[in-house]
């Protein structure tokens, strides 16, 4: 069985490295988001490379891959999501118990939907935010109007950027657009968000270990065992983490891409 790095060794002779990046950015508690760019309002927008707040990248052909993803120290993170944000929309109410129409782009990237997952993230926050069930009506990826029901807990729009990913619903397993949602009785009595569709291109689970000083790194994920998880031209990536609801830090993070020579 060949190590991790003679694997990584094998890949590296048949690609070349086209972008290396690391990136330190505030992690807001529970689900934290990387975004650091203007959310649009109105109809919203399709997300790619040129986004304001997209991690740096090239715009990589098709033939680029993630080569790795790794979280170098240890912090309140139990998990990473690398992302490509496909769209986003603001101007929503969190206080409002009315129905809500969601208006955006149609998908540029993933364009039938499969494994495109929805989430909200705060723009505005609410000084307390009681736990609530949000309603989301939907097109799946087999273009049929959906609805699904998820259950959000005390606190989750109480925090600048904080990301609550949005069930779909059973046997499911992808979103061509957004419809309409609603919030139970209870909402916030302050606060706004934004809609977001984003397909994953990495999960990685985060090691409690200290700072590795070998090359087996506990939180890295290495080319192999990430699958080579392909990154679409003009992919706008982004990340968020799940991490310990009483503290906040910064989540420091690097990624490679690669792009195939045969």
């Not at 972008?19 to 529970?30: D, E, I, R, Y």
Request: net charge positive; hydrophobic share 45%; with cysteine.
């Amino acid at each position: 069985m060949p190590t991790a790095a003679q694997v990584d060794f094998e890949i590296a002779r048949n690609m070349r490295s086209v972008f290396m990046a690391t990136v330190n950015s505030g992690l807001s508690m529970g689900y934290g988001t990387f975004w650091s760019g203007t959310y649009p309002g109105g109809s919203g927008r399709a997300c790619d490379n040129t986004t304001p707040g997209a991690l740096m990248q090239p715009a990589a052909n098709d033939s680029s891959r993630l080569i790795y993803l790794y979280v170098p120290m240890a912090q309140a993170i139990t998990a990473l999501w690398l992302v490509d944000r496909l769209i986003d929309v603001s101007g929503f109410s969190a206080q409002s118990t009315s129905l809500q129409t969601i208006t955006h782009p149609a998908l540029t990237r993933s364009t039938d939907g499969a494994f495109v997952n929805p989430w909200i993230e705060i723009v505005t926050a609410a000084a307390s935010a009681p736990a609530a069930d949000l309603t989301l009506n939907y097109i799946n990826q087999a273009g049929n109007p959906k609805q699904s029901v998820t259950s959000l807990a005390a606190g989750w729009a109480t925090t600048v950027r904080r990301a609550n990913p949005i069930n779909l619903a059973p046997g499911d397993w992808g979103i061509r657009s957004l419809t309409s949602w609603q919030l139970s009785a209870g909402a916030p009595t302050a606060g706004n968000v934004a809609w977001v569709l984003g397909r994953m291109i990495q999960f990685s689970s985060q090691s409690s270990s200290a700072i590795a000083t070998s090359y087996q790194r506990p939180n890295q994920v290495h080319a192999l065992r990430g699958g080579l998880p392909r990154v679409r031209a003009g992919a706008c990536v982004t990340a968020f983490g799940a991490g310990n609801l009483t503290i906040i830090g910064n989540m420091i993070m690097n990624y490679a891409l690669s792009e195939s020579l045969g």
